[in-house]
T-cell receptor, first 114, second 115 residues
Framework: ELKVEQNPLFLSMQEGKNYTIYCNYSTTSDRLYWYRQDPGKSLESLFVLLSNGAVKQEGRLMASLDTKARLSTLHITAAVHDLSATYFC??????????????FGQGTTLQVKP | KAGVTQTPRYLIKTRGQQVTLSCSPISGHRSVSWYQQTPGQGLQFLFE???????NKGNFPGRFSGRQFSNSRSEMNVSTLELGDSALYLC??????????????FGQGTRLTVV
């Protein structure tokens, strides 16, 4: 059974600081997704990581994927209050082809304080 | 380009009743998946439909069912509602979710409260 674990589950940080959220998954998968969720809202797609060594950056967020270690990281640089949200990683189950389902981590709630 | 549309946005039902939720995917997307989000269990996969066929099903009781129509719109139904079914139900639309560069786009969700 594919399991996805994030840590930390809660992160309170000061504006301007850097931090990393980790996402481990238990079985082979070659694509990983990061989503953001604001309270009471839906999931917003941040990154799709498709291959080992993939790195993507958008603003103050950078995501990477190491398929051999089954690990993805979401790095936050110089955090600002607007980044306060819950971040989910998800791994596709089903491999290549035209089928699959997303298995989500527990989510990391990020609180950025002024 | 219109996003994923879920209706209704909010719903209050009584235990024992049944409910039907609707999801209209992004135009051109033929894959629709449903997820349940609760504070205790997080985001859990319910089922995936592609071209009117259920391709994957999560570990939920038979009270949870779904279908997809020829225009790719999907509905999910929950019968004999229980208090524990209170959750945010999210629908995701995608091109087949296994192809290169595909990603799932989520609707705003339906907040179901069972009393």
């Amino acid at each position: 059974e594919l399991k996805v674990e994030q840590n930390p589950l809660f992160l309170s940080m000061q504006e301007g600081k850097n931090y990393t959220i980790y996402c481990n998954y238990s079985t082979t998968s070659d694509r990983l997704y990061w989503y953001r969720q604001d309270p009471g809202k839906s999931l917003e797609s941040l990154f799709v990581l498709l291959s080992n060594g993939a790195v993507k950056q958008e603003g103050r967020l950078m995501a990477s994927l190491d398929t051999k270690a089954r690990l993805s990281t979401l790095h936050i640089t110089a955090a600002v209050h607007d980044l306060s949200a819950t971040y989910f990683c998800a791994v596709i189950l089903g491999g290549s082809g035209n089928t699959g389902k997303l298995i989500f981590g527990q989510g990391t709630t990020l609180q950025v304080k002024p | 380009k219109a996003g994923v549309t879920q209706t209704p946005r909010y719903l209050i039902k009584t235990r024992g009743q049944q409910v039907t939720l609707s999801c209209s995917p992004i135009s051109g997307h033929r894959s629709v998946s449903w997820y349940q989000q609760t504070p205790g269990q997080g985001l859990q996969f319910l089922f995936e439909y592609f071209s009117e066929t259920q391709r994957n099903k999560g570990n939920f009781p038979g009270r949870f069912s779904g279908r997809q129509f020829s225009n790719s719109r999907s509905e999910m139904n929950v019968s004999t509602l229980e208090l524990g079914d209170s959750a945010l139900y999210l629908c995701a639309s995608s091109l087949p979710l296994g192809g290169v560069n595909t990603e799932a786009f989520f609707g705003q969700g339906t907040r179901l409260t069972v009393v």
